[in-house]
């Protein structure tokens, strides 16, 4: 049991970070500005679903395969950072601070909201 | 000196392979087989091509394939030769084959050709460690650039190249000493002359180019238009011309910075096939000092150039664009491109016939 849900985080993690890269690509391609609204969009849609997650109850194992594994991996914060950095590198200042302030507080809206949606279930 | 070379510049996606290994790979194993002269893979921060796919570091996962320009230089008979394999080699991007002035060994004595009085850009190829006098080779290059009242010079660091020869390739461990640098530098010509004796006391093996162009713009104050330039020469042979655009990565228009808001622009509006922007370590125009990065701070002090290869129609709209862009910074160039190949798989536009052209 214990080797089979290990096995889960291994996939799931695996397929989370495929995910966000084929999402996150596919509207880098169609958006083309130099906010990062791909790393937003995952860590927003990440969020809704963590919400979400959390609000229903769910085994032990199964929010540690989708949580932690799925959508941890889903979600980025180190990219979130970086494409900040890059940001003010290039005196991008006024997009960087949005970045983050806006990234936050949306961020933390769709958590909430994840969790209001599993209430209404 | 050997007034008779050819440069050969191939801009493509780092991600490419061909028969199982990378492209940029395969292209500068057969630059160090042919024993090239001066090579230089350049790894670029932002470009878009024929099929309008972008490129760029501003977003992880479009960084992960950069674009990436090589420049070879060698006599034109050993560079003739290469030209069909390099372009059979190539799965998609864009050759470029101009003339170039290849000046090596004693230049203490130096006269500029004549042809070369308007304007001229001289390119210095050193290692990455190498000194003089204890002092890195590029700052010392810039500071007698400046001194001597070039109008702008930048330093790019290659990836990977070959020099006299040898295969000197970046290595994440290693002290990469010979690994090649490439500086490229605007100024008139009479200047240039000047520097190119002062260069050859101060490198050991002094390997640079010397080319011809026109100094289209400078910090913001329109000079000349790109010359006009017929589609073809009189044997029908297409003509091609290039226009390259020196900037500070933080210098904005319109609170972008410029060589985003011209990849962006030049893309959506369609007025250019392709461009390139690369990102140098080391600079300076608009009468600014030498500078690069600092140790702390927050956005950066390194200059940029991008780079946009056209037919002369195409290029007269890409200048009217880039002029609106740079109307406060930066210094543009234009020069003829005497013969270029857009590659797609098994599709090629354009042929390696060099035009001849005087203008």
Not at chain 2, 160 to 173: I, K, N, Y
Not at chain 2, 180 to 197: K, N, Q, W
Not at chain 2, 202 to 216: A, D, G, K, S, Y
């Amino acid at each position: 049991m214990i080797i089979a849900v290990w096995a889960g985080v291994v996939l799931l993690g695996g397929a989370g970070a495929v995910l966000r890269f084929l999402i996150d690509r596919a509207i880098a391609h169609r958006v083309a500005r130099p906010f990062p609204f791909g790393t937003l969009t995952v860590n927003l849609s990440g969020a809704v679903l963590l919400g979400l997650l959390a609000g229903l109850t769910l085994s032990y194992h199964v929010s540690l395969l989708a949580g932690t594994a799925f959508v941890g991996s889903y979600t980025t914060f180190s990219t979130w950072m970086l494409e900040t950095q890059r940001l003010a590198e290039e005196r991008q200042l006024w997009l960087a601070a949005a970045n983050i302030v806006v990234s936050v507080i949306l961020g933390v809206a769709a958590a909430m909201a994840g969790q209001w949606i599993a209430g209404q279930l | 000196m050997n007034d008779d070379c050819l440069k050969l510049t191939a801009y493509f996606g780092e991600r490419q392979r061909v028969d199982g290994r990378f492209f940029a790979e395969a292209l500068l194993n057969l630059y160090a087989e042919r024993e090239v002269a001066a090579s230089v893979m350049l790894r670029g921060i932002a470009s878009f091509g024929a099929r309008k796919e972008l490129r760029s570091d501003e977003w992880l996962s479009l960084s992960e394939d950069p674009p990436v320009a090589v420049a070879a230089v060698d006599a034109r008979a050993k560079m003739a030769g290469l030209v069909e394999d390099v372009i059979e080699l190539t799965p998609l991007g864009l050759v470029t084959v101009e003339r170039a002035r290849l000046v090596s060994g004693d230049v203490t004595k130096f006269a500029v050709p004549e042809q070369l009085s308007e304007a001229a850009k001289l390119t210095v190829y050193v290692g990455r460690q190498e000194r003089v006098d204890g002092v890195p080779a590029y700052i010392a290059i810039c500071d007698l650039l400046y001194r001597e009242r070039i109008s702008g010079a930048s330093v790019f660091l290659g990836v990977d190249g070959t020099a006299r020869g040898q295969r000197h390739r970046a290595r994440f461990f290693g002290r990469n000493v010979d690994v090649p640098m490439m500086i490229i530098s605007v100024g008139g010509g009479e200047h240039i002359a000047r520097v190119v004796p002062r260069l050859g006391e101060m490198l050991r093996q002094p390997l640079l180019t010397i080319e011809r162009i026109r100094v289209c713009k400078r910090d913001g104050e329109l000079l000349a238009h790109p010359d006009v330039l017929p589609m073809t020469d009189e044997q029908g042979r297409p003509l091609w011309q290039k226009l390259m655009v020196y900037t500070s990565e933080t210098a904005l228009h319109n609170g972008a910075p410029i060589h985003r808001a011209l990849v962006r622009q030049l893309r959506t509006s369609g007025a250019a096939s392709g461009a390139t922007v690369l990102r140098g370590i080391w600079g300076f125009h608009g009468g600014r000092k030498p500078h690069g990065d600092k140790l702390i701070q927050l956005s950066r002090q390194v200059p940029v150039t991008t780079i946009i290869v056209d037919r002369p129609d195409r290029i007269a709209r890409s200048f009217e664009l880039i002029d609106e862009l740079t109307s406060e910074h930066g210094l543009v160039t234009s020069e003829m491109v005497p013969a270029v190949v857009l590659i797609d798989g098994d599709d090629r536009i354009g042929g390696t016939g060099l035009a001849e052209y005087r203008y």
